[in-house]
């Protein structure tokens, strides 16, 4: 009997300590900015780009002029761009390594966007699943902006199921013409949203 009343008293105290600890993390994770080196102001180990972020997405969108620029940033020194876009693909950056989002939950993903690009800017999110393999739908929002100040935009999204890693996608689209201008962006925010 006694030997019960210990265990059940064990049980009780795990219990609380596991929700507890629950509680705590997800109200962390609210506020939390879970996109990497989110101002662009880090360098990476070669010191070419920005930590965090690497050039075209695994299937396309490589090509073009990307550029870790300084001097144009609505935070800091430094911001990302994209010109020169080719004529029938897009030309973006986007996060090195999977971010872990949950597919229960709905997340916010924003960034500043400024700029003259002649053609449609891109915020998108893209899932794979445990054999890396994509999986659908991915999220595309298209930005608005202007040259003279740093425009706000955001998009909502929730992993689909089955996901197990989640890429950040900034860059502009292929419209079937040589493109003009440049875009930039800055200043991106990836939360949990309630
Ligand atoms: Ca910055």
Redesign the pocket.
Known sequence: MKSLRIFILFALVFVMVFSSSSVSLAKQSVHKNLAPNP???KANKEKLLPAGWILGEPWCCNAGTFSWVTGN???????ISVSDVPLTEGAVWRTQEPLHLYPVDVYTFSVYMKGDIDTFAIMQVYSVDANGNLIDPMTVGFGTFNNSTWTYNEINFSPPAGAVGSYLVLGAAANGLPTTGTIYF??VSLKLNY
């Open positions: 101002s662009f102001e940033a609505y935070d800091g020194k430094y911001s800055d200043n």
